[in-house]
């Protein structure tokens, strides 16, 4: 710069003069501008086309749910218990969730219902309520999450599912306890072996000390306090134990299948 | 006079011309049009997550401008877009603390520089000469952002898993509050974004910068 500075014409604009002079040199910083220009709108052309509706982005983003899967599994620590809390802090009213209205929801009949147990167990016999209630119970008072970002925080008491996949001999190498409900669509969803056996999963007969009213999913439901409410079915019917990945209401539809929090 | 007719002479000539400082490095403008595809596809996504459960009755985004079409659609969109903008985010931190790059251009950040520059900027006066060296505003909104972008980030983790980084959660003040953090990051970034990008168009040369360094 000191030398142009010196050749200034007293009178002429500094500025004018140097543009003057670079437009007379060769441009190459134009040339270059386009070549990136063209990679940039490459790119722009790539996000910019209709990618999630075309059948390769799905199978892609499944994939991935797929690898989430197993970085959750990974990231499980079998150990870590779900945060309780005080009975105060229970949501009242304890809000109804399902792919239904309340009054399309399952009404079983307690007394002729039947806990069918499946798969890799020793003992295949079917249960009823009353002897299920007799079994060791425990309460606890942990957060509901939906995957829709909505929280509650309930009451639940019931037996926890590793005493009773003990109780039954099940294989607890195998890898899911696969649960099937009695609404209309047959809901069903898998559980992952870890998670069954973690301390807080649980056969829930009882909310908030009362028995488990048709809106929470009398008779029983599974309430699993390290998933998500999905992963929590109602109005379960049965239970089998089994290394086949049978699929599940929702995570049929995409959403992810080991849901953990 | 003669050295002034003789050195334009010599232009006449196509010399060639004295490479340009270089302004943006490559790793930076690499790393930066990353996070940007990777910011929108998750601010669409999760604008569509937030619809599903809307923390605010008044606030609804409309589906013309968010990813995923439904609930289970977003999801997908956004625990995929999380990695890249995780990978993408961490070698820019890396990066940006390993070569100094933080350092020279963000710090340090004065009160007095910010209002100065503020005040320049808002009555037009802040010149935009040296692109290499960033003022005060820039600094701060720069510095800033990153910080929010750290924030968003670990909220983000702390409503995806309250039970396994639960003191992360309750860091955050519990699950609720750290939804409503998440969220507040959301609005923060898209304030700068729209700042940023207007800016960028009226200083058509950083936008260059940003592409081809220079």
Not at chain 1, 193 to 206: G, I, R, V
Not at chain 2, 171 to 182: E, I
Request: net charge positive.
């Amino acid at each position: 710069m000191g030398r142009l500075r010196s050749l200034l014409i007293p009178g002429v604009d500094k500025k004018l003069l140097v543009r003057d002079a670079v437009k007379v040199m060769p441009d190459l910083a134009r040339r270059r501008f386009i070549a990136g220009g063209a990679s940039l709108g490459a790119l722009t052309l790539l996000t910019g086309c209709n990618v999630s509706d075309s059948f390769s982005a799905e199978d892609m983003l499944k994939k991935i749910s797929k690898f989430n899967d197993a970085v959750q599994a990974a990231i499980f620590n079998p150990n870590a218990l779900a945060p309780e809390f005080s009975e105060s802090a229970i949501t009242k009213p304890f809000p109804f969730n399902a792919y239904y209205d309340l009054d399309d929801a399952p009404t079983v009949d307690g007394k002729a219902w039947k806990f069918e147990v499946r798969g890799l167990v020793d003992n295949k016999k079917s249960w009823t309520l009353e002897e299920l209630y007799k079994l060791p119970q425990v309460k606890q008072v942990t957060r509901h999450i939906c995957v829709e970002g909505w929280s509650a925080i309930g009451s639940w008491t019931g037996t926890p599912l590793r005493d009773f996949l003990k109780l039954v001999g099940a294989d607890t190498r195998a890898k899911y306890c696969w649960f099937q409900c009695a609404d209309s669509e047959g809901y069903n969803s898998p559980l992952d072996m870890e998670t069954a056996l973690h301390p807080q999963t649980q056969m829930t007969f009882k909310f908030a000390d009362e028995i488990l009213p048709r809106a929470y999913g009398y008779p029983m439901k599974i309430r699993v306090p390290t998933k998500l409410g999905f992963k929590n079915p109602k109005y379960v019917i049965s239970m089998e134990v089994t290394n086949e990945y049978k699929g599940g209401y929702w995570e049929d539809q995409g959403y992810n299948s080991f849901s953990g929090s | 006079m003669s050295s002034l007719m003789s050195s334009l002479a010599a232009s006449d000539e196509r010399a060639v011309p004295t490479p340009a400082k270089v302004i943006q490095p490559a790793w930076v403008r690499t790393v930066h049009w990353i996070n940007a595809v990777a910011m929108i596809l998750m601010i669409m996504s999760g604008w569509q997550i937030y619809n599903a459960s809307p923390l605010f009755g008044f606030l609804k985004f409309s589906k013309s401008i968010t990813l995923g079409d439904w609930l289970g659609g977003a999801l997908l969109w956004h625990f995929a877009a999380m990695w890249l903008l995780m990978v993408n985010g961490l070698v820019y931190l890396a990066l940006g603390i390993a070569t100094g790059r933080f350092r020279n251009k963000l710090l340090p950040i004065t009160p007095s520089g910010v209002i100065s520059d503020a005040r320049a900027a808002l009555t037009g006066h802040l010149s935009h000469d040296d692109l290499t060296r960033y003022n005060y505003v820039q600094k701060l909104l720069y510095a800033g952002i990153i910080v929010v972008g750290v924030v968003i980030v670990l909220s983000g983790l702390s409503i995806w898993k309250p039970v396994q980084l639960q003191w992360l959660t309750a860091l955050f003040g519990g699950y609720d509050v750290a939804r409503f953090v998440h969220f507040f990051c959301m609005a923060a970034i898209v304030a700068f974004l729209v700042v940023h990008v207007a800016l960028a168009v009226l200083v058509p040369k950083s936008l260059r910068a940003m592409i081809i360094g220079r």
